[in-house]
């Protein structure tokens, strides 16, 4: 049986048999025992977004008392739930993300700890995900962005909108008021020339 650490654009923790392209954490929220999910979903406010692979190491997942491995379909899926890259395992990634995020926002020699307080406010709306107004139409935002509306979620891509789901993306138009489900000031780093890394079936959707 899947464990619950799939994590969706909204941020939620659930149980899905789709791998993930890329891991992360928000420290430690499980019991390694019964390798299951405590009450709370987060007890950290760096919320990062890791490699699955680096420099050979293995671990059996949510059996030690470390930090709780989360996966995601894509990296613009951790971005949506509020996740960043992280600085030990994508430090280079890490890095650019910080100089776009920093150009993005007008600010400068910005630390990890005061850009985790920024996304920590825009993700979280007393606990759960804060929806955003649209910084621009649909077909203006920046690539990477995810939009919610009825219900569904949607990546923009090529100004175009992909549906997303554990498995992947597909064509599908947005119906309906639309809300912004990736922080505000992500999609300004994305404005000022971040790409986050997609999912293979982004590319593979038909027009």
């Not at 993930?20 to 709370?40: S, Y």
């Not at 890394?197 to 593979?204: C, E, F, G, I, N």
């Amino acid at each position: 049986m899947p464990l619950q650490n799939r994590v969706t654009p909204t941020g939620d923790i659930v149980a899905s048999e789709h791998r993930g392209t890329f891991t992360g954490n928000r420290g430690i929220i499980h019991d390694p025992a019964t390798r299951t999910l405590l009450n709370k979903r987060w007890s950290s406010p760096a919320w990062l977004t890791c490699v699955c692979e680096f420099r050979g190491r293995r671990r059996k997942v949510m059996s030690r008392q470390s930090w709780t491995e989360l996966f995601f379909l894509d990296e613009a899926t951790a971005f949506a739930a509020g996740h960043r890259p992280c600085f030990y395992c994508r430090r280079d990634d890490a890095k650019r993300f910080r100089s776009c995020w920093e150009s993005g926002n007008g600010v400068s020699d910005l630390s990890a700890k005061a850009m985790d307080a920024v996304l920590h406010a825009e993700r979280l709306d007393r606990g759960k995900k804060r929806l955003h107004p649209l910084l621009l139409p649909i077909a203006g935002l920046p690539d990477g962005t995810m939009v919610q509306a009825n219900g569904e979620t949607y990546l923009v891509a090529n100004g175009k909108t992909l549906r997303w789901s554990f498995a992947g993306y597909d064509r599908a138009d947005v119906t309906g008021p639309a809300m912004l489900l990736t922080p505000p000031s992500t999609v300004r780093a994305f404005e000022a020339g971040y790409r986050p890394v997609l999912h293979p079936s982004a590319a593979a959707a038909p027009d």
